[in-house]
């Protein structure tokens, strides 16, 4: 049986030209849907059965431009981060690939909360398919120039104090950083006020920051945000 894949992007050219190419027989993978990041393909997605999802080169905001966001209400997923928590949470409970993207948040953390691969945009479709199937088998894979990318710019010391966060503690970080409030955070997430709260705090807790700029600092000094 062919592994199915969803592939999620705003660049209708780029998406569609990663579809007709896992197409091709040789992939040994089946496209069973290819959509923008908004909210009609989240509710499209929640229908649709796939093994994997493939987040590519811009499906979403970049974290620098989280930070600037105003604080109207965000109807879509705003981070790489927010839509791969998203659909891992699905009830099929598909693994996800990110494409030629810089993590929002420390690359360990993200593969420790579930996401199963990052690929570069030097990628060929052999590597990307290898990381396509070995995500179907629950592994996971990095591209090489990116593992030595993150070793040169210091992200596995820089960021160590992130790798403790839970997946959802990393979301409400994420927003929080983009300056949004407890009662907007639970509106975009669907849950209680009060669970936002609490995942705040622990987050601040395991941070070791007691204010939203003392959190903003690290966060800067991190590399996580601009």
């Keep these: 049986m062919a592994l199915t894949v969803a592939i999620v992007d705003n660049n209708a050219i780029l998406r569609d030209g990663i579809a007709a190419l896992l197409f091709l ?5 089946r496209v069973v849907m290819s959509n923008d990041c908004d909210d009609a393909a989240m509710t499209a997605l929640q229908s649709t059965s796939f093994r994997v999802a493939l987040i590519g080169i811009s499906g979403t905001h970049s974290p620098s ?3 600037n966001l105003s ?3 965000i109807a879509a997923p705003q981070t ?13 409970k598909p693994r996800v690939v990110l494409m030629n993207q810089t993590p929002d948040v420390y690359p360990k953390a993200m593969l420790q909360a579930g ?10 479709l052999a590597e990307l398919v290898q990381a396509l199937r070995l995500a179907g088998m629950g592994r996971s894979y990095i591209s090489p120039n990116l593992k030595q990318a993150w070793a040169q710019a210091g992200l596995e010391s820089a960021c160590q104090q ?9 979301v409400v970080m994420r927003y929080v950083l983009a ?6 955070i639970a509106e975009l997430l669907g849950i209680n006020p009060k669970t936002v709260a609490t995942y705040r705090s622990r987050m601040m807790g395991k941070l070791g920051v007691s204010s939203d700029l003392g959190l903003f600092k690290l966060a800067q000094s991190a590399g996580l945000c601009s």
């Design 115 to 124: 996401v199963s691969g990052f690929l570069s945009s030097h990628a060929d």
């Design 162 to 170: 992130f790798t403790e966060l839970s997946a959802r503690e990393l």
């Design 179 to 184: 300056e949004k409030r407890v009662p907007e």
């Design 80 to 92: 790489h981060f927010e839509l791969a928590m998203r659909l891992m949470h699905l009830s099929h």
């Design 25 to 29: 027989p040789i992939s040994g993978l």
């Design 71 to 73: 604080s109207d209400k």
């Design 65 to 67: 431009g989280l930070a």
